[in-house]
């Protein structure tokens, strides 16, 4: 019995580990060309963005709450910072503006959420579906090209042989981390997923804490969609659609509870990658694209299923 215990545990802990090395086992004995070192910066890169957005929908889980309104977020970023390098506004006043406004678009679901009394599913969804009408009146629901700009090193330049992208990823993942386990807001943002009642009682301003994790959601998001403009050096009004499945996918096989109050940001880019690599090798397979969305919609089922299982052990252990 104590063994099937301490597999379980071995299981619950190291898993998410273990089904990205199985992934790429498999993927790599199916073809030739994942485990190259082109592809495998290629999967970086592409896991880049969504990495980026998942710090932010870590920090929003974690206060039990969600934000479906990431994507949305980042098609208005990415078609407004082309509509302004177009309009020749200069590139540092456009970063700044547009991630003005990303914040803003998150401190709008906070508000509706701490003074509406809205929950988050259902602001967030709302949301989502008019950012992304705004995407769409922004430009017409044509996409943006022919602009000059100055910010493509940020999608497609090169540090030492690592892409720009990837290299800003991995330090908003450290800054994150440190902003969530070594700073008092941070175990603000735990205590309050873990028993919102219980951190008002011990003072802690809960609209405040809610605030701060939105506006932090708003921001990456944005950021993520400058990024993506870099990339593709075209603002398109589609630009993020259907990202905030992958965000929340990854984070939650990552180990961040849906639930609120739990989970290591280090461990949310393992499931990051497993978003990636699971990508990448279905493509080199030339597996179908709806097919693709089966499998990931699956993956997303199972992820929260494992959340669950996890919860109900930790409280029948109590």
């Known amino acids: ?26 993927f790599s004995s ?18 880049a963005i969504v990495g980026i957005m998942s710090v932010g929908m870590a920090v929003v889980l974690i206060t039990a709450g969600i934000d479906l309104s990431v994507g949305s977020i980042v098609g208005v970023s990415c078609v407004l910072t082309a509509k302004l390098l177009l309009a020749g506004v200069n590139a540092l006043l456009v970063v700044i503006a547009t991630l003005t406004i990303s914040i803003i678009f998150g401190l709008l679901n906070a508000f509706f959420i701490n003074e509406l009394k809205i929950p988050p599913l259902i602001t967030t969804l709302g949301m989502m579906t008019t950012l992304r009408g705004v995407a769409y009146l922004i430009t017409g629901g044509l996409p943006v090209f022919g602009f000059k700009t100055s910010i493509d090193v940020l ?6 042989k690592v892409p720009v992208p990837v290299i800003i990823m991995i330090a908003i993942f450290v800054v994150g981390i440190l902003f969530l386990e070594k700073t008092k807001y941070g175990r603000y943002i735990y205590g309050v997923g873990g028993n919102e009642e219980a951190s008002r009682l011990s003072g802690i301003n809960i609209k405040k804490i809610k605030y701060i994790a939105y506006s932090i959601s708003g921001l990456l998001s944005g950021f993520a969609g400058i990024i993506l403009l870099a990339r593709i050096s075209s603002g398109t009004p589609k630009a993020g659609q259907g990202y905030e499945m ?11 509870s849906i639930s609120g109050g739990e989970g290591k940001l280090g461990f949310a880019i393992v499931g990051v990658l497993i978003m990636g690599v699971l990508t990448n090798g279905m493509i080199l397979l030339n597996i179908q694209e709806y097919v693709q969305w089966v499998i990931k919609g699956l993956v997303l089922i199972a992820a929260v299923a494992l959340d669950r299982f996890v919860q109900s052990r930790r409280l029948s252990s109590v």
Do not use: H
């Open 1 to 26: 019995m104590k063994k099937q215990i301490k597999i379980i545990d071995f299981i619950t802990k190291y898993g998410i580990a273990m089904v990205l090395l199985i992934l790429i086992i498999l």
């Open 30 to 47: 199916l073809s030739r060309n994942f485990l190259t070192t082109e592809n495998i910066f290629n999967i970086l890169r592409q896991v």
């Open 155 to 160: 999608g497609k330049g090169y540090l030492w």
């Open 246 to 256: 992958d965000v929340i996918t990854a984070v939650v096989l990552g180990g961040v």
